[in-house]
């Protein structure tokens, strides 16, 4: 499709699990970014990649939460022994670079994770 | 470190104009944005301001940027039902390592438009 696609769109998992969530960017755009969103919040900044590498992971809440991104193309966001306070929705954006007015965010629809 | 911040609701009566209001801590702001997230979708860019303008009009919507007070404002002339959803106020700024921009996000305005 034309727009940033991200998988699944609803997880619901037992605390202790690990999960991963997929996010394919526009074709082209270089940049890629995660955001997560509490109920109620705004949106928190997890991690920015440029191309394939990821210049700020100042972001990641824990050490229990990485991404990467291959083929600076799909991203996925991996989160090891899930808690209950990982209940959000996790939003992925992507631009077409960084320069100029920093590029437009082309967002996906997000993937909502339950933690039970 | 930046911070952005708004209402959470906003109720107006169709026809009337919208007034949304956003204030952010960054001084060093290069790009404010407006983004609207309709229910169940994702969040598109309504639009955006260079920090040394200090209005910018599209069709509907005016934004204002007051760069001393860090105050932005969107306005929505004839407020439409259609208008309904969120508003997330937005910065950016430029990183030195690589000139990226990470935007920052406010936790957005619901807006409601009743008959």
């Known amino acids: 499709g034309a727009g940033v696609s991200q998988s699944p769109s609803n997880k619901v998992t037992e605390k202790g699990k690990d999960v991963e969530l997929r996010c394919d960017p526009i074709?082209?755009?270089?940049?890629l970014y995660w955001y997560r969103q509490r109920l109620g919040q705004g949106l928190e900044f997890l991690i920015y990649?440029?191309?394939?590498?990821?210049?700020?992971k100042s972001g990641l809440p824990s050490d229990r939460f990485s991404a990467e991104r291959t083929g600076e193309s799909v991203s996925t966001l991996t989160i090891q022994r899930t808690q209950q306070e990982d209940s959000a929705v996790y939003l992925c954006?992507?631009?077409?670079?960084?320069?100029?007015?920093?590029?437009?965010?082309?967002f996906g629809e997000g993937s909502r994770l339950t933690v039970l | 470190g930046e911070d952005v911040e708004q209402s959470l609701f906003l109720s107006v009566r169709e026809g009337d104009s919208s007034v949304i209001n956003c204030t952010y801590t960054?001084?060093?702001?290069?790009?404010l944005y407006w983004y609207k997230q309709e229910p169940g979708a994702g969040l598109q860019l309504l639009t955006y301001?260079?920090?040394?303008?200090d209005m910018k009009q599209d069709q509907r919507l005016t934004v204002l940027l007051n760069k001393k007070d860090k105050h932005l404002s969107l306005r929505i002339a004839d407020t439409q039902t259609g208008d309904s959803a969120i508003y997330f106020c937005?910065?950016?700024?430029?990183?030195?390592?690589?000139?990226?921009?990470?935007?920052?996000f406010g936790r957005g305005t619901s807006l409601i438009v009743h008959p």
């Open positions: 074709s082209g755009h270089t940049a």
């Open positions: 937005a910065e950016s700024y430029s990183f030195a390592s690589g000139g990226s921009y990470i935007p920052t």
């Open positions: 990649f440029q191309g394939n590498s990821a210049p700020d």
């Open positions: 301001i260079f920090s040394n303008m």
């Open positions: 960054d001084s060093s702001s290069t790009y």
């Open positions: 954006a992507s631009s077409s670079g960084t320069g100029g007015m920093g590029g437009e965010l082309f």
